[in-house]
Every structure is written in C-alpha cells, then in structure tokens.
C-alpha cells in the first residue's frame, strides 16, 4: 500500500513540478513583455524642451487664456491684451488699438482671408488688415458681450457666449441666435465651440455637448447619462459629464473635455478617460485638442497630458517640488519617469496648438513653446 502511494504521488508530483517550472518560463516571458512594452512606449512619446515667456520678456499678462498658431505667428490671448509673436519679437494689442475688451478668452483665424477673429470679455472683435471692428450686443446680433469661444466655418463666424451661441454670416451681414427657444441647450452658458465642414459643436456648461449638422439646420444634444451624479454609473455609454468646458472635432471624431473627465465619441461609440483609470493627471480639463480620431492633448490643472490611443505621457513642473517633470503611462498603467530639464511656465494649462512638431501652451502664469527634441 504503501508502495503504490508513493509511486502514485511521484506520478502526480511530477507533472506539477513541470507545470510550475512551465509556468514560471512563462511568468518570465510576460515580465520581458511588459519591459519591451514599457520602453517602446518611453520611446514613443514625443518630448520637449521648453521655452517660457512672460512679462519679463514682453508678454503683456501671465495669464495666458488662449493661444493660437497661425504660420509663423503665435497669437496669446492674456487677460492684459492680445499679444503677437513674430520674427522673435512681440507686439500687443489693448483697448486703445480698438480691441473689445483688454481680456482675451478666444482666438480663431480665417485660413482663407487670414483675418483673426478675438473673443473677449467684451465682445468679438476682427482684425483685417491691420484694422480692428468690433461686435457687441449693441452695436451687432451677437448673444453675448462674454465670448468664450469662436470658430470659422466658411462664411460663417460662430461664436460661443455666456448667453448662447450665435452666428454671423461674413458676406450678408446677418446674425443667427441659439439658445433655450431653439436648440436642446437647459443652459444657454455656452463655453467652447469647434468648427467642422459638415458641423459644429458646442460645449454647453451643465447641458453637455451640442452638435449642429449643417446640411439640415438641426441640432442635437450628447449628455451624461449619469445625469446630476459625478460618480460614473455608465462607463463608455455617453458623455461623461455635462459639465463640458471644451470640444474638438477632427476626422469625423469628437473629443470632448469636462470638469469630471474627458470622452471620446466616434459617431458609434463612447470612451471616457478619467485620471483613475488613464494617465490623465487631473479629471479637471479645461481644453481638449484633437489631433486625428486616435489621439489628442488635454489642458488639465494638473499638467499637459498626451495620449496617442494607447499610451500616456504628461509634462508638467512637479506638483510638490516644482521641477521639471515628465512621465509615461504605458497600456498596462505602468507609470515611468523620464529626466527632463525643462518643462512648461506652470502646471495649470489652460489652452494648446500646434506648429509643425512644437507645441504652444497656454497657462496661468505664462506662455511655453515647446521644442520637439524627438
């Protein structure tokens, strides 16, 4: 008996002991992946070396609201004037020159005529030429002395205020208002609005996202099926939040930034992102920026984070030491610092664009251009 016990568990030990050791070359192997993953992702991410500017250096605020590359200009708006980088030198534009308001909320130009359209904390003002006109509700159709937003599409001038949303058509003359009595919006603060060939979208504080197809004049409303809950009972079936700040439409997609995370929108499907479970540094957005369908940069309080559709990277000066500081979050949420020497003016970003491979970063207490190093 005792015999046929022994040799039993010898045949039955020894298939375990190969499974372990089976499992343990296999164990090895997922560890080697989740390394090579690791690096590629690091290796992956474009990185900057960073240039500040502020009024030490001629920007005429350092609270920059807004910016905005065009060719070889860089316009910011600040909340001291509208400033101009050229030929490494700037020039500012107040009041006096026959801006709106000296606080610049919003920048759009016309690629067609080159004009730029300026949305200020007391109306929208459009230089041409070296000439500067201004709208207000007194003077023009527009909703709202507060613009937040403005975009061109075409002919159209759309703008986004703190009463609405309205719209100028450039060769008429003639101003269309949206609001409560003919759109979807519960709210009428609308806080962003990003242009596209076939619509246009708005984000509307506390009545989500907008969308205006402009081939039939109609409009629908995307909003948090959560409803006035900030705890995410739906993950990936609607906006995360309607608390909306910003949209980004590109390539037949929407990204659209909340003060409770951020979401992805293909015309099919949902995908949210909140800090817990991204590498978004912060829920608090105040900008998103599309680059195509699968990737884009979101402007949070707590840094500047990309994301490419599978990995992370944020840059930003560390929040406890303030020193330069980057790192990656990888698919498996594996997070990896990368040395740095420089990083933006501040970690609350509040606007981004592009110019070529350099990015242009707004934030609360200075302009950065960053310099893609690779």
Known sequence: ????????????????????????????????????????ATASMPLFRWENFTTANGLPDN????????????????????????????????????????????????????????????????????????????????????????????????????????????????????????TPMAEIWTYAVSTGSDKVYYAVWGSGVLEYTIATGRWKDYTDPDGENELVLFKDQGLIHKITTSVSYVDNTLWAATYFGDSHYDGRSWHNFMAKDSGLPSNFTNQVKGLDARRAWFCTDKGLAYYDSVNWAVYRPALDTGKPEMYVRDAGGKITPVSVETAPAHNYILGIDLQGDDVWVATAKGLSHGIRQK
């Open 1 to 40: 008996m005792r015999l046929r016990i022994s040799v039993a568990l010898l045949f039955v030990t020894l298939p375990l002991a190969g499974a372990v050791k089976r499992g343990a070359v296999k164990l090895g192997a997922g560890k080697n992946a989740a390394k090579t993953a690791t690096a590629t």
């Open 63 to 182: 609270h920059v609201f807004v910016v905005l590359v065009d060719g070889g200009r860089v316009w910011a708006g600040t909340e001291n004037g509208l400033a101009l980088f050229e030929g490494g030198k700037w020039k500012v534009f107040t009041p006096k020159d026959g801006l709106a308001h000296r606080a610049v909320l919003s920048l759009a130009v016309d690629k067609s005529t080159g004009d730029l359209w300026v949305g200020t904390m007391g109306g929208l003002s459009h230089i041409s030429a070296g000439r500067i006109d201004t709208y207000t509700q007194l003077n023009s159709g527009l909703s709202n002395d507060v613009v937040y937003g403005v975009g061109v599409q075409g002919d159209f001038v759309w703008t986004a205020t703190a009463a609405g949303a309205s719209r100028l058509n450039t060769r008429t003359g003639e101003w269309s208002l949206y609001n409560e009595r003919n």
